[in-house]
């Protein structure tokens, strides 16, 4: 049998867990800033996100940077599952083909200097 106590804490624990998740997405959830390419693990180009532009990748994807979004319109691939996986907007979401080996990123800045050092 469940008593009052047991509300009271299953509340709190609940308050907590929306609590960060309204946390994480105002403090983490950035917009991005640019748009990475690469083929086969290697930069191929790195566009601004904020320049609406069409990019026909070595004639396997095309990629459409469109009102601060990014989508891929076609692609050589057979299953097509780059073009499902729709617009991106935020920080470090990623389209992904694997077939023609070619990963679109959303980064923040385009430096990649060090966050922070451990020891």
Known sequence: MIKKKDYIIIFIIGLIIICGFIFNHFFFYQTGAYVQIKISGKVYQTVPLNLDQTINIENKNTLIIKNNEV???????????????????????????????VTIEIIANKNNDIDASTY
């Open 71 to 101: 989508y891929i319109t076609d692609s050589t691939c057979p299953d097509k599952l780059c073009q499902k996986q729709g617009k991106i907007s935020k920080n470090a979401q990623q389209i992904i083909c694997l077939p023609n080996q």
